[in-house]
Nanobody
């Protein structure tokens, strides 16, 4: 079982940037796609971005396309989420998740149930 620990959240103003990190334990990290999801108060958890095990396939939610960048460093067992031009509607708890399988089609990345390990989350608050 992979254990995931997110960090890097905080309170920022609209237009600012943050970089989230998700550190994974275990030797299987590099074999699986990873993703970031977020959950705002009173809302369901939603997909933000996903990346294949090799880093060559990346998917984003429309709401963050062009502002957020997901990346991974398999030598450090870490996945990142660079968030630029933050908006108040980006306020949420951000979670990273590990995929159940090594290969996903495009739509698989968006499905919360296809991830079997989650971190505890990191709070991102964007003030207007």
């Amino acid at each position: 079982q992979v254990q995931l620990v997110e960090s890097g959240g905080g309170l920022v103003q609209a237009g600012d940037s943050l970089r989230l990190s998700c550190a994974a334990s275990g030797r299987t990290f590099s074999s699986y796609p990873m993703a970031w999801f977020r959950q705002a108060p009173g809302k369901e958890r939603e997909f933000v971005g996903g990346i294949s095990w090799s880093g060559t396939r990346i998917h984003y939610a429309d709401s963050v396309q062009g502002r957020f960048t997901i990346s991974r460093d398999n030598t450090k067992n870490t996945v990142y989420l660079q968030m630029n031009s933050l908006k108040p509607e980006d306020t949420a708890v951000y979670y990273c998740g590990k995929a159940r399988r090594a290969y996903y089609s495009g739509t698989d990345y968006y499905t919360e149930g296809l991830y079997d390990s989650w971190g505890q989350g990191t709070q991102v608050t964007v003030s207007s």
